[in-house]
Every structure is written in C-alpha cells, then in structure tokens.
C-alpha cells in the first residue's frame, strides 16, 4: 500500500482552495448524528474522519430519490466526495454492475460517477449493528474508492487506491510518502482493533453465502414470526447501500419521472388484474432477504449486503435481521 502524508493545516486550506474548482461533501458529526454535508469553508474545520457511519448511503449522491430523467441537464463542477465507510464503497459494487452495463447503461449515473471523486474513511471504531467483516468486507476500502483518508495527530494520511486516487493526492502539493514505519504501524493497529471488535460483536452470525444457504431452505414459520412487526415502511430498503429498485412514472409532456421504490411496500408486485405474489407480508418480508442472499448472488459478482447495519438501525418495528439469521444457523447444519 502507498501511503502519503500532509500536515492537517495544509489539508484544510487546500480543501479550501478546491472549493473554486470542485463540489464538496464530507461526513459532519452534529447533534442528530453523522452524515454528509455541503462543505463550505467555514465547515472543513468540522469534518469527521474515521468514524463510522453516515446516516445516508453513499448510492443516494449516484441514484437521487427522485429525478426527471427527460429533462436536460446542466454542466455541474466535479465534485469530492470524503467520508465514505468501507461498507458503502463495496456497497457501489452492485450498482455499477446494474446501471454501468454496457447493454442497458444508465447515462445520468454513469456521468455522476465520473464526475466524483470517491474518499474513502477508515472505520476506527465500530457502532452497534456494523457486521461488515462478517461478509469479508474489511472497515477500510483497498478498493472500489479512488482513496482513503485517515486522521492521526496533526497528519492527514492518504491510501492511494487507484490513479485517480494518486490524481487526486497531486492537488496537494505539501504531500509527501510516508515513511514514519511508527505510524503505519499505528495505522494497522486502528485496523487490528476494529477487526477484532467486529469479531466478537457478531460471533455466531452466519457468512454471506452461508446465510443464503440458510434461507434457501428456510420455512414460513420465521418469516411469519419476524414480519409480525413489520409495518411495510419501506426504511430497510431505503436506506440499504445496495437496493436500487425503482418506478418510472409518466407525466404530461412525455415527461418520465425515477422514483424510487422498495419491495416492502404493498403493492410492490402488483400486476394487472390485481393479482400480487407478494401481497401477504410474510412472502413481502421474506422476498427481501432472499434477492439479497439467493437470487443477486446468482446474477451479479458484488454482494448485494456489506453489513452496514442501517436497515437494522432504521427499523420502525425494531426487526434485526442478524438475530434472525442466529436463529436459522441454531435451526439447521448447512
């Protein structure tokens, strides 16, 4: 791994400077939380490093909520995005798969991520539901993002991932290799503890394929007992890193809206004479976890769950689906 290193004051008063040219977002910690904001000179001070998580996956900055997808778009500066958890990074690895496919590419997210610089955060420290090593996804990017920042002391550290990454390290010109071999050693040792933290919080918690094979012979009984809390909200999907299900929506002038949609809505997969697979909440429930786990492995190289934890975290009815897959990897010996 290449490393290099610039003074913190340096760091900020380029970023500074960059404003002119790019758009910039970065992680900010506030009172509601962590997420991504707008940066303005006045915010790169409050910036927050190797934290982990921000509230909104990074897909939303690819795939708005909502878009008119006829009508024209403006030339918009390119932008750096800082901020972005290991999780989310792997977590663009599906969406690539789906919209940047060369028979059926999507234009406006293809432009959007060219247009962005990706800037990957090194998680030193996990929150309670993070379960990403547990899909062999490590708490810092050596892929998929440009580069990885890390803040240690009064140094800015960065991991170059690719040549965009070491493009992006040339705007700095105080940055040098970093050879201090007792702060790469700090740096591993952040990376050790985290591992060995997400360890122990998800011990007996099945592996990405494992819990595929659970569910492919999972029964009703679980899904009926787990779906009694579910109220159809939709937040699990919403905020999912990877699930990008959405509607095309006609309006007068031949205009076509993008909105996004979520299997867990009734309705989802309704079809003409009303009939609807899906219409009782437990099949609803169910149909979620097995396009994750059974089905996109079938199709797509990426995983379409990286164990971030968010849709735990934003359940209405306080379902946690590791507690459920504890449960089926008790029940059966695959």
């Not at 007792?182 to 494992?210: C, F, Q, R, W």
Request: aromatic share 10%.
């Amino acid at each position: 791994m290449q490393y290099i290193s610039i003074n913190k004051e340096e760091w900020d008063k380029r970023l500074e400077e960059l404003l002119l040219s790019y758009t910039i977002f970065a992680a900010v910690k506030n009172d509601n939380g962590l997420d991504y904001e707008l940066i303005r000179a006045e915010d790169i001070p409050k910036i927050s490093y190797n934290r982990p998580k921000p509230a909104t996956p990074v897909k939303s900055f690819f795939l708005p909520v909502r878009e008119n997808v006829t009508s024209d778009r403006t030339v918009e500066k390119p932008r750096i995005i800082i901020g972005i958890p290991a999780c989310d990074v792997a977590g663009l690895g599906l969406p690539d798969e789906i919209y940047l496919d060369k028979d059926f590419e999507d234009s406006f997210y293809r432009k959007r991520r060219e247009n962005s610089i990706l800037v990957s955060s090194d998680c030193f420290g996990t929150e309670e539901h993070c379960h990403c090593l547990t899909y062999d996804v490590k708490p810092y990017a050596t892929a998929g993002a440009d580069v990885a920042v890390i803040h240690l002391d009064e140094l800015i550290i960065l991991r170059i991932i690719n040549g965009r990454g070491r493009e992006f390290a040339g705007l700095f010109p105080g940055a040098v290799n970093l050879t201090d071999n007792k702060v790469i050693t700090s740096i591993d040792k952040h990376h050790n503890e985290t591992e060995l933290s997400l360890m122990s919080a998800n011990k007996g918690l099945p592996d990405y394929m494992v819990t595929g094979a659970l569910l492919s012979v999972s029964d009703a009984t679980i899904w009926k007992k787990y779906s009694s809390k579910c109220v159809s909200c939709g937040a699990c999907s919403a905020i999912c890193p990877t699930c990008t299900c959405f509607l095309l929506i006609d309006k007068p002038g031949f205009e076509k809206i993008k909105q996004n949609d979520t299997c867990q809505y009734p309705g989802f997969e309704r079809v003409a004479g009303g009939e609807d697979p899906l219409f009782e909440l437990h099949n609803r429930f169910r149909n979620r976890y097995m396009c994750k786990y059974v089905w996109k492995p079938g199709k797509f190289r990426s995983i379409a769950c990286t164990g971030c934890g968010r849709c735990i975290e934003a359940c209405i009815g306080k379902i946690n689906k590791n507690e459920l897959f504890v449960e089926l990897a008790g029940q059966n010996i695959i």
